[in-house]
């Protein structure tokens, strides 16, 4: 054998071996995506880096694209998408397409779902300290709201209280100061109230029925049959700008204020434990970000949107605007002083939630007075008022 025959065959027997080693890291390869694959899109933690994208699902307490409530988790879908590339899609279904209004938090924490948003008060016959989480009657405004939850340990203790359920809560948008609601007949004092039918969720209902009336639990996309069939004689819903979306104008004929009982109404956005937290680092960033951002969002819709839509109701459609008078007020006031000491009496839960919020109120208060407050009566003072009480 020739010295040039063997290198050749040397040469043949390394070139064999690097395609042998080719073939089996491309088999493995292969065997790795499909794997990846057959996992599917709960796989988050292998995904969402250059292989598939993920689908999420988000349901929702409100019908399918209303004006500000339902708005919101559009646009935290969209942001989500944007901000991820498409590698995190979130598909949004309104009240009733997957699951009912009030089983939004029962189809997050058991994965049917990865996303929910509605309003924390809805599920305080789960668990009644969710109802800070919202609006506590004559409590916090929305400014003052998201100064508790971002700055004043009130995430913390949410999220303490949905960790039973597996579940991270975020803040998912204010209306801001609500109205008092639609009523077909007048308020003149709190005699008026006796026996009437008013849907009013949370601890408000309570007050309202400790009040004399009836509060009855209705999810939004019906309250206004319930409302036009007599099933209730008035209605809370939100403020003009949804108001007159849902149409309530039509059917009844009195407009009342201040929204007592929510003065910051916050909603939430959930999101499942284990779901959040199988993606990757970036995208988990990414959904907080959103979340957050869809929480400021949903405030500026309805404070650039609220005075027109009350402009119409009064001059377009005749609607009668009040003012609750003061001995309701009042009586309301104390009403909800005795609901919440009757709620946390007996759950140590609430009554920390509790702690911390009048905390936190007391202490924005101080400021508030000297500088939201006066100023604005300062403001009505010099350039005179706008609505006549």
């Known amino acids: 054998m020739s010295k040039s025959s063997g290198i050749n065959r040397e040469a043949l027997a390394v070139l064999l071996l690097a395609a042998a080693l080719v073939l089996l890291i491309g088999l493995w390869a292969f065997e790795r995506v499909a794997n990846d694959r ?75 779902a990865q996303v929910g948003h509605g309003a924390s008060y809805y599920w305080k016959g789960k668990i009644p300290s969710s109802v800070f989480f919202t609006a506590v009657p004559f409590g916090m ?99 003009p700008y949804n108001d007159l979306a849902l149409g309530l104008h039509e059917i009844a004929e009195y407009y009342y204020y201040p ?20 993606l990757p680092e970036d995208l988990q960033a990414i959904v907080r970000y959103a979340a957050r951002a869809a929480n400021q969002d949903m405030l500026d819709e309805f404070t650039a949107r609220n005075n027109r839509a009350l402009r119409e109701m009064i001059e377009v459609h005749d609607v009668k605007l009040r003012r609750l008078p003061d001995d309701v007020l009042e009586a309301l006031y104390k009403g909800g002083e005795v609901a919440m000491a009757k709620m946390i009496e007996n759950d140590p839960l609430a009554a ?21 407050q006066s100023y604005i009566n300062v403001r009505r003072k010099v350039m005179g008022p706008l609505i006549d009480e």
């Open 259 to 278: 929204g007592w009982h929510e003065p910051g109404s916050m909603l939430e956005f959930i999101v499942n434990e284990d779901a959040l937290n199988a």
């Open 38 to 112: 057959a996992a599917g899109p709960g796989n988050a933690g292998e995904l969402g880096q250059g292989g598939d994208n993920i689908e999420w699902k988000l349901v929702t307490t409100w019908p399918k694209n209303l004006p500000g409530l339902g708005h919101t988790p559009e646009v935290f879908a969209q942001m989500v998408r944007e901000m991820s590339s498409g590698r995190l899609n979130v598909r949004v279904y309104g009240a009733g397409e997957i699951v009912p209004a009030f089983e939004v938090f029962d189809a997050v924490s058991s994965g049917v």
């Open 352 to 372: 920390r939630v509790n702690a911390s919020f009048q905390a936190f109120l007391k202490d924005v208060r101080a400021y508030h007075e000297i500088s939201e």
């Open 141 to 239: 405004t929305a400014q003052e709201m998201n100064g508790w939850l971002h700055y004043g340990g009130g995430m913390e203790i949410w999220r303490e209280v949905y960790a039973p359920a597996g579940l991270v809560p975020f803040a998912g948008g204010s209306t801001g100061v609500q109205m008092a609601g639609w009523f077909n007949r007048e308020i003149k004092s709190l005699d008026d109230l006796k026996g009437l039918r008013m849907r009013i969720p949370g601890l408000a209902g309570e007050v309202f029925s400790a009040a004399g009336g009836e509060a009855v639990r209705i999810p939004g996309g019906e309250v206004y049959t319930a409302l036009q069939t007599g099933v209730i004689d008035a209605v809370e819903w939100v403020g």
